[in-house]
């Protein structure tokens, strides 16, 4: 059974920074693709990076620079460093896992993927 915890989340200020961690475990499969999502109040969810099983990384446009996404197969942790925090980024972020159809390529939509956690709140004051 493919399990994922997201932590790290809070509340801060603009221009800080924040790491969210999501452990994953059950997922036995080579190849992936991971990635977190987030879905503010009144909003549908949405693509925030992703990265499959080769390291390659995606980024919606509005974190480019700001956010990173990365994951310590030991730990079998993925994790979402985020910069320069906006009060816009404020959302529930999620973390998500689906097993990669397409070697290079990851889907940047919340539907196809199937193993999700149960989110975590980042709050961004003005």
């Known amino acids: 059974q493919v399990q994922l915890v997201e932590s790290g989340g809070g509340s801060l200020q603009a221009g800080g920074s924040l790491r969210l961690s999501c452990a994953v475990s059950g997922y036995t499969y080579d190849r992936y693709c991971m990635g977190w999502f987030r879905q503010a109040p009144g909003k549908e969810r949405e693509g925030v990076a992703n990265?499959?099983?080769?390291?390659?990384?995606k980024y919606a446009d509005s974190v480019k620079g700001r956010f990173t996404i990365s994951k310590d197969n030991a730990k079998n942790t993925l994790y979402l460093q985020m910069n320069s925090l906006k009060p816009e980024d404020t959302a529930i972020y999620y973390c998500?896992?689906?097993?990669?159809?397409?070697?290079?390529?990851?889907?940047?939509?919340?539907?196809?993927?199937?193993?999700w956690g149960q989110g975590t709140q980042v709050t961004v004051s003005s």
């Open positions: 990265i499959d099983s080769a390291g390659i990384t």
């Open positions: 998500a896992a689906m097993l990669q159809r397409t070697y290079g390529f990851c889907f940047q939509t919340p539907r196809p993927y199937n193993y």
